[in-house]
T-cell receptor
Framework: KNQVEQSPQSLIILEGKNCTLQCNYTVSPFSNLRWYKQDTGRGPVSLTIMTFSENTKSNGRYTATLDADTKQSSLHITASQLSDSASYICVVTGGSQGNLIFGKGTKLSVKP | DTGVSQDPRHKITKRGQNVTFRCDPISEHNRLYWYRQTLGQGPEFLTYFQNEAQLEKSRLLSDRFSAERPKGSFSTLEIQRTEQGDSAMYLC???????????FGPGTRLLVL
């Protein structure tokens, strides 16, 4: 079964600290993996996209990694800001129909 | 603003009533998707269109749900005889191709009393 699992479910950190969110997937065939940021009450916004051959992709303070062998990805946030408080959703495109398979997200709270 | 827009942003209705939501995708995008998201969960796929053709429907889309995209531009999602279990955020997304990034609208939050 095609699944995307994220951990932790929620995370609280202090402003200025770094954090890393994890994503494990069992999707075959695999096309690409995206990380989305979703603010409360808003639609998701794409942060990064990685294909099979890419190991890392950065977008400002966000750095995503992908290990296609172990089917794991991480999203590292550097020097967190209050505005980073949101849910971060890992999304894998794949399967026989090329559908998007969403994780449940990690809810990040950045405290002053 | 040239992003995906949705209307209304919020809808409160009584059980048994019909509701209709609208989505306006990014103008050059030929693919349009509808998702449902409940609290603490990731979005769940409902259906998608390529131009005006509805190409796939999830098993989540019961007979009470219908979606249209008559001219290949905006789309509507109608829920008939709403139930309390329909309460959720309904998200619309559009993309320029099958493997391209989906851009999401702000969503319509539905509350069925």
């Amino acid at each position: 079964k095609n699944q995307v699992e994220q951990s932790p479910q929620s995370l609280i950190i202090l402003e200025g600290k770094n954090c890393t969110l994890q994503c494990n997937y069992t999707v075959s065939p695999f096309s690409n993996l995206r990380w989305y940021k979703q603010d409360t009450g808003r639609g998701p916004v794409s942060l990064t996209i990685m294909t099979f051959s890419e190991n890392t992709k950065s977008n400002g303070r966000y750095t995503a990694t992908l290990d296609a062998d172990t089917k794991q990805s991480s999203l590292h946030i550097t020097a967190s800001q209050l505005s980073d408080s949101a849910s971060y959703i890992c999304v894998v495109t794949g399967g026989s129909q090329g559908n998007l398979i969403f994780g449940k997200g990690t809810k990040l709270s950045v405290k002053p | 603003d040239t992003g995906v827009s949705q209307d209304p942003r919020h809808k409160i209705t009584k059980r048994g009533q019909n509701v209709t939501f609208r989505c306006d995708p990014i103008s050059e995008h030929n693919r349009l998707y509808w998702y449902r998201q409940t609290l603490g969960q990731g979005p769940e796929f409902l259906t998608y269109f390529q131009n005006e053709a509805q190409l796939e429907k999830s098993r989540l889309l019961s007979d009470r749900f219908s979606a249209e995209r008559p001219k290949g531009s905006f789309s509507t999602l109608e829920i008939q005889r709403t139930e309390q279990g329909d309460s959720a955020m309904y998200l619309c997304a559009s993309s320029s191709g099958r493997w391209e990034t989906q851009y999401f609208g702000p969503g319509t939050r539905l509350l069925v009393l």
